[in-house]
């Protein structure tokens, strides 16, 4: 499987991740939800790079 599927698949991880941290009655603001954000905006950016500019 080629890394840009597993890295967008570990992106969607990290952004459900920071999902349910929020449904647990935290906020954006919460220190763990703005990071399990910030990964997984890291991994969305690598596999987007990834998806348009390998062949």
């Known amino acids: 499987m080629a ?3 597993i890295l967008a698949a570990l992106a969607a991880a990290f952004l459900l991740a920071a ?3 929020c449904a ?3 906020s ?4 763990a939800v703005r990071t399990w954000l ?3 905006f890291i991994f969305i950016a690598v596999a987007a790079w990834l998806q348009w500019h390998t062949s």
């Open 38 to 40: 910030l990964i997984a």
């Open 19 to 21: 999902g349910l941290r």
């Open 3 to 5: 890394a840009k599927y």
């Open 24 to 26: 647990r009655g935290g």
């Open 28 to 31: 954006v603001r919460d220190a």
